[in-house]
């Protein structure tokens, strides 16, 4: 079975750029497989911030951005600030109707 | 606005069943595919169900096929999840999402906040 893979977690300090990454156990992420990424504080619900690749759901400041980079989905930061710090999921599209989460990188921002 | 609110959670025992609600606004509700997504405590988040637009199409995790039955009526503007042989592992906070597309493809762009499964005798 294919598994998602992201970083489990990754820092940043304040106003920096920082890219996370979503990867398959085996294979290489493309557009077709249509990687989106949520952020996710404690006890709230995941809010999307760029689904489709690159595409920025409503709202989301475009120091958010979405990619691929290499063979992987990619979501860059740039500009961090304080409440930027969160879990952060990819997903992606495997086929026949079925999405896999990613297993989440805790971003710190220090 | 588009908003999704979730109801329907609960207490239940093991091999129990219990049926998940999510009422839709503000968009056309038969123009996008619907997931559910669900997180265990501490645990990260896990796609359990998508049906499409038109409801012809319905999918599932492995951890669920089976036991769980998504289904929409348009007429209620309504989504829903029919789970039963509840487990103890199905233990967790359960999200209703918009898709952003027709299909279960473009991910999920709009989250309800989410109502609370507990498995347990």
Known sequence: QTVVTQEPSFSVSPGGTVTLTCGLSSGSVSTSYYPSWYQQTPGQAPRTLIYSTGTRSFGVPDRFSGSILGNKAALTITGAQADDESDYYCVLYMGSGISVFGGGTKLTVL | ?121
């Open chain 2, 1 to 121: 606005e588009v908003q999704l609110l979730e109801s329907g959670g609960g207490l239940v025992q093991p091999g129990g069943s219990l049926r998940l609600s999510c009422a839709a606004s503000g968009f056309t509700f038969t123009s996008y595919a619907m997931s559910w997504v669900r997180q265990a405590p501490g645990k990260g988040l896990e796609w359990v169900s998508g049906i499409s637009g038109s409801g012809d199409g319905t999918y599932y995790a492995d951890s669920v096929k089976g036991r769980f039955a998504i289904s929409r009526d348009i007429s209620k503007n309504t989504l829903y999840l029919q789970m039963n042989s509840l487990r103890a592992e199905d233990t967790a906070v359960y999200y209703c999402a918009k898709v952003a597309g027709y299909h279960n493809d473009y991910g999920m762009d709009v989250w309800g906040q989410g109502t609370t499964v507990i498995v347990s005798s």
